[in-house]
């Protein structure tokens, strides 16, 4: 069966420090990736997917960056967080060109700058 | 430009009722509808997924209906139990490429009382 496993639960950092938030999936190859973020009071904002290894598309302009150096790795980044980088993080995965398949989700990463 | 909305934001019903959230969505053109679960803190598990030719889907107690061209979804949960105590998020997927963008909505929040 596939887990989808992300870490850390939870992370308090300060304004401008560097972030890395990672997420691997376990039991299946070539999976579609997702960084998903969602904002107290807020629906999910999708940030970034990937297709492919080295292939990341980014939804919306922001202070984050995301890489995949592996097949089933996805990283979440950023070089000096803001204030409004809070949130609830999640990673999310679906296989590769199946139009009508379920996403799922990773436990979350709770990110508080402060 | 896609928008999801959930009505109502909180609802509150004792034991054993029978329950119906509503979701709406203003672009009728959707490869899929997804319901899903999220407990306070947690990732999201999804319930069930809809396919745009598809009328409604049933997972035990739960049962998810579509009608595409008026943009509606209901959620119909059957004998409520405190268990279901969640919030309840839809998500429509976009008609477009093979990776699942989807577009949330901000969701209904469960409370199932004794």
């Known amino acids: 069966s596939q887990t989808i496993h992300q870490w850390p639960a939870t992370l308090v950092q300060p304004v401008g420090s560097p972030l890395s938030l990672e997420c691997t999936v376990e039991g299946t190859s070539n999976p579609n990736l997702y960084w998903y973020r969602q904002a107290a009071g807020r629906g999910l904002q999708l940030l970034f997917y990937?297709?492919?290894?080295?292939?990341i598309s980014s939804e919306v302009p922001q202070n984050l960056s995301a890489s995949r150096p592996q097949d089933r790795q996805f990283i979440l980044s950023s070089k000096k967080l803001l204030l409004s980088d809070s949130g609830f993080y999640l990673c999310?995965?679906?296989?590769?060109?199946?139009?009508?398949?379920?996403?799922?989700f990773g436990s979350g990463t709770q990110l508080s700058v402060l | 430009k896609q928008e999801v909305t959930q009505i109502p934001a909180a609802l509150s019903v004792p034991e054993g009722e029978n329950l119906v959230l509503n979701c709406s969505f203003t672009?009728?053109?959707?490869?899929?509808l997804q319901w899903f679960r999220q407990d306070p803190g947690k990732g999201l598990t999804s319930l069930l997924l809809?396919?745009?030719?598809?009328r409604e889907q049933t997972s035990g107690r739960l049962n998810a209906s579509l009608d595409k061209s008026s943009g509606r979804s209901t959620l119909y949960i059957a004998a409520s139990q405190p268990g279901d105590s969640a919030t309840y998020l839809c998500a429509v997927r976009r008609n477009t490429g093979t990776a699942s963008k989807l577009t949330f909505g901000t969701g209904t929040r469960l409370q199932v009382t004794l």
């Open positions: 672009d009728s053109a959707i490869y899929n």
């Open positions: 809809i396919q745009s030719s598809q």
């Open positions: 999310a995965w679906n296989r590769d060109g199946h139009r009508n398949e379920k996403l799922f």
């Open positions: 990937s297709v492919g290894i080295g292939q």
